[in-house]
């Protein structure tokens, strides 16, 4: 399993906001990243928390693209972005994959954009928007819904010219779901994953990792962040978002030595 890691150049995200507002800053932070281990950096500038302000495309550009210029020679770099506009500068300066959290259902122009430049693209589930999101969330059975919606946006995005082997899909941890809902969906992993797609999961540092232990704060929550993501890898995830990345890539690379060691 591969392990993405959260380089976040915004003022406002939920657990590192402004500490990686300067570009500077923001590339050595990615550099280290990779050094401990990261696959791929997702690198955004635009919050996704409940109740996140919205960002206009000129101050989201202003943010990232020196930061995806300054990394694209380092690791593969996903853009994390709803915006086409934004998305197409971040190709154009190197950036190989779009993580769009509204499953390219917000911007018209995104789906024709990653199908025309060839770009893996992640689909993400999310009730609502960051602003509603975590507004009383209701489901009948959250991971049938989930799963119904993801395989819906894949249809649209090969409809769209988007080849099926460069989609992942996310269920979308902490976008619209209760601690339980987080719970349903991190353990039917294998629900998704047994559409053939590859899963991709972020548990990071998120809220229901702190109301299950005495409603920890954002940087106390690494042992949960871990075990959420041995959670997923043990369900087929093929990659995982984290902010703290030695340690979970370690917990991965040991996960996945005890695995290969057990008898067939």
């Known amino acids: 399993m591969k392990v993405m890691g ?3 150049v915004t003022p406002d995200s939920f657990s590192d906001g402004g500490r ?7 590339i050595d932070h990615g550099r280290r990243l990779v050094e401990e281990g990261a696959d791929v950096l997702d690198i955004g500038g635009e919050s996704t928390r409940p109740g996140a302000a919205a960002v206009e495309a000129a101050e989201e550009l202003a943010r ?35 993580n769009d959290v509204t499953a390219l259902g917000g911007d018209p122009d995104m789906a024709a954009l990653c199908a025309e430049s060839g770009v893996e693209v992640v689909l993400m589930h999310m ?21 119904a919606f993801l395989l819906d946006r894949v249809e649209s995005a090969t409809g769209a010219g988007i080849p099926r082997d460069r989609i992942l899909i ?26 053939g797609l590859p899963v ?12 299950l232990d005495h409603e920890a704060p954002e940087g106390e929550r690494l042992g949960g962040t871990v075990a959420a993501c041995l959670a997923a890898m043990d369900g087929g995830a093929a990659m995982v978002r984290v902010h703290d990345v030695a340690p979970v890539a370690q917990a991965v690379r040991v996960a996945g030595a005890i695995r290969s060691a057990r008898p067939d």
């Open 127 to 147: 009730l609502g928007t960051p602003r509603t999101m975590q507004d009383d969330p209701r489901y009948g059975d959250v991971v049938a819904e989930v799963r």
């Open 6 to 8: 959260i380089v976040n």
């Open 64 to 98: 990232v693209i020196p930061v995806v210029e300054g990394l694209a020679d380092t690791a593969p770099i996903s853009i994390d972005t709803a915006k086409a506009a934004v998305a197409a500068e971040a190709i154009a300066a190197g950036a190989g994959m779009v």
């Open 170 to 195: 996310d269920p979308g941890i902490g976008f619209g779901k209760t601690v339980e809902h987080n719970l349903e969906l991190l353990g039917a992993t294998a629900a998704f994953a047994e559409t």
């Open 20 to 26: 990686f507002l300067d570009p500077q800053r923001a």
């Open 200 to 211: 991709l999961v972020g548990p990071s540092r998120k809220a229901f990792i702190g109301r």
